[in-house]
Structures are given as structure tokens and as C-alpha cells.
């Protein structure tokens, strides 16, 4: 049984740092993607970053230069380095695993930038 264990969300002031990590426990084979998502209150949820098994990364216009996606393969680890947050930054934020037969969630981390 495969589980998504999310760790390093938290309360931080508007230009702070948050680094979140996202560790895969099970067996879980062929990961295409790895990747975060955030859903603030009444919005859709939103594709943040992802970063392929070749190292090829996504950002989303909104956090590009600020979030950096990295992942440690051996350690089925994907985590998101959070720079200059903003308060619309706040949101809850879910990691994302993509195989080639199965998509996994983590339970999600709340994220809340004060201004």
C-alpha cells in the first residue's frame, strides 16, 4: 500500500521561506511525475510544480522564480522550496505521484503567508 507522507507547511510572513517534502512509503514502481498542487479556500486546485523522472520541471506562471521542485529518486522524495512567499501563496498544498497505472495524493499541508 502506497502512502504520501507531506511534512514542512506552516505559518510564515509575507517574503519568508517554507521547504516542503513529500516521502513515498510502499511499493510503488514506474514514476512517470512528482509534483505539488495547492487549493486555497473556493478555488480550484492548481498544478504549483512538477519535475519528470528525467529532471524536466513545470512551474506555474505565479511561482516561477520563487518555488524550486526537486526530487531524490532513490528516496521516492519530491520536495518544493518556497522563496519570497506571498499571501496568495496560502493554500493547502498536496503532493502528486503519477505512474504509469495508479496516481497517488498525500493528505495535504496547510500553507497560510501572512501579510
Known amino acids: 500500500q502506497v502512502q504520501l507522507v507531506e511534512s514542512g507547511g506552516g505559518l510564515v510572513q509575507a517574503g519568508g521561506s517554507l521547504r516542503l517534502s513529500c516521502a513515498a512509503s510502499?511499493?510503488?514502481?514506474?514514476?512517470?511525475?512528482m509534483g505539488w498542487y495547492r487549493q486555497a479556500p473556493g478555488k480550484q486546485r492548481e498544478l504549483v510544480a512538477a519535475?519528470?523522472?528525467?529532471?524536466?520541471?513545470n512551474y506555474a506562471d505565479s511561482v516561477k522564480g520563487r518555488f524550486t521542485i526537486s526530487r531524490d529518486n532513490a528516496k521516492n522524495t519530491v520536495y518544493l522550496q518556497m522563496n519570497s512567499l506571498k499571501p496568495e501563496d496560502t493554500a493547502v498544498y498536496y503532493c502528486?505521484?503519477?505512474?504509469?497505472?495508479?496516481?497517488?495524493w498525500g493528505q495535504g499541508t496547510q500553507v497560510t503567508v501572512s501579510s
Open positions: 502528486h505521484i503519477a505512474t504509469t497505472l495508479y496516481d497517488y
Open positions: 519535475i519528470t523522472s528525467g529532471g524536466s520541471t
Open positions: 510502499g511499493s510503488i514502481f514506474s514514476i512517470n511525475a
